[in-house]
């Protein structure tokens, strides 16, 4: 089944922990992005990546890293996590070219910090 | 980057049409129309998209003004299952740009 899977999907962890969320795809995407979710707020990008090795900033970047090392993997790093960072985290993939299909999510990781 | 405006919140009642407005009346000539959905506990999930042109596929339709400052979402027969936050959104030609969600139409479906 192609799909994005997330790991893990729900964490609680205490500040400064330095924690990995992983995201893997299936579908052989070129375009891989984080989204977090916040009441009030919506979604709203963190990093994203166009291919391997290819990343940049989204609007939200601070207080996160990424790799992009295979094409099929895009975890994501919180170095030292803070409270402001509790919130809900979405993987997508999306295959190269603007006739295809939109992004693929993932099912979320709902992150607490505490 | 152009935005969208969506009514917060619709009711629908269950196996009848629903059609979920968007207006995007800062739309460059260039930019694709991509609606998503999000239902409860889940991630968001890509419904349809399309430039011009209506376009119809197994979940909605899509019709777009002729002058693209509008469009307009069609389920044709809403079910339960559609209950759900609905996201009109613009993007580049590659549809990869950064996608901005807004509010959205939260749908409520009436048994």
């Known amino acids: 089944e192609a799909q994005v899977t997330q790991n893990p999907r729900y964490l609680i962890t205490v500040t400064g922990k330095k924690l990995t969320v992983t995201c893997s795809q299936n579908m052989n995407h070129e375009y891989m992005s ?3 979710q916040d009441p009030g707020l919506g979604l709203r990008q ?19 890293k990424v790799s992009r090392k295979e ?22 993939s999306k295959v190269r070219g603007a006739t295809n299909y939109g992004y693929t999510f993932g099912s979320g990781t709902r992150l607490t910090v505490v | ?11 629908s ?22 609606w ?3 239902l409860p506990s889940q ?11 209506n376009v119809n596929n197994r979940m909605a339709s899509l019709a777009i003004a002729e002058d ?5 979402l069609i389920l044709h027969r809403a079910t339960l299952r559609d209950a759900a936050v609905y996201y009109c959104i613009l993007t580049d030609q590659t549809g990869a740009n950064n996608l901005f969600f807004g509010t959205g139409t939260r749908l409520t479906v009436i048994p």
């Open chain 1, 71 to 92: 094409k099929r993997n895009f975890p994501l790093i919180l170095e030292s996590p803070s409270p402001n960072q509790t919130s809900l985290y979405f993987c997508a």
């Open chain 2, 43 to 53: 991630g968001p999930e890509y419904v349809i998209h399309g430039l011009t042109s």
């Open chain 2, 36 to 38: 998503y959905r999000q």
């Open chain 1, 46 to 64: 963190i990093y994203y990546s166009m291919n391997v090795e290819v990343t940049d900033k989204g609007d939200v970047p601070e207080g996160y």
């Open chain 2, 68 to 72: 693209r400052k509008s469009s307009t």
């Open chain 2, 13 to 34: 009642n269950e196996e009848e049409p629903v059609h979920l407005p968007c207006n995007h009346s800062t739309i460059s000539g260039t930019d694709y129309i991509h």
């Open chain 1, 34 to 36: 984080w989204y977090r």
């Open chain 2, 1 to 11: 980057d152009a935005k969208t405006t969506q009514p917060n919140s619709m009711e």
